[in-house]
Nanobody, 120 residues
Framework: QVQLVESGGGSVQAGGSLRLSCARS????????MGWFRQAPGRERERVAT???????TYADFVKGRFAISLDNAKNTLSLQMNDLKPEDTAMYYC??????????????WGQGTQVSVSS
């Protein structure tokens, strides 16, 4: 099984930037997708961006043009560059991985999360 550890969260003002990182370890050869999800208090968890090995990155509409996801296989690190942050981006951000063969939206490994807070 893969282990995921996020870092890079923090507090910024609106318009600022943060870069989240997710270090993966353990069994990684059978990972076909990785992604970033977020959950704000009182709201359901939502997909932010995913990176699929054979299809590349996809983004939720609300972050297109502002966020960029990247995967460095050599360093076993998934990153999320977040620019032009808005107060509504405030949430706990989670890194996740999907084992090959599972349905596309069925991520089965999760990190502990890193908090992002954006003030106006």
């Amino acid at each position: 099984q893969v282990q995921l550890v996020e870092s890079g969260g923090g507090s910024v003002q609106a318009g600022g930037s943060l870069r989240l990182s997710c270090a993966r370890s353990g069994v990684t050869y059978n990972i076909c997708s990785m992604g970033w999800f977020r959950q704000a208090p009182g709201r359901e968890r939502e997909r932010v961006a995913t990176f699929t090995i054979d299809a590349g990155p996809t983004y939720a509409d609300f972050v297109k043009g502002r966020f960029a996801i990247s995967l460095d296989n050599a360093k076993n690190t998934l990153s999320l560059q977040m620019n032009d942050l808005k107060p509504e981006d405030t949430a706990m951000y989670y890194c996740a991985a999907r084992t090959c063969g599972r349905p596309e939206r069925n991520f089965d490994s999760w990190g502990q999360g890193t908090q992002v807070s954006v003030s106006s």
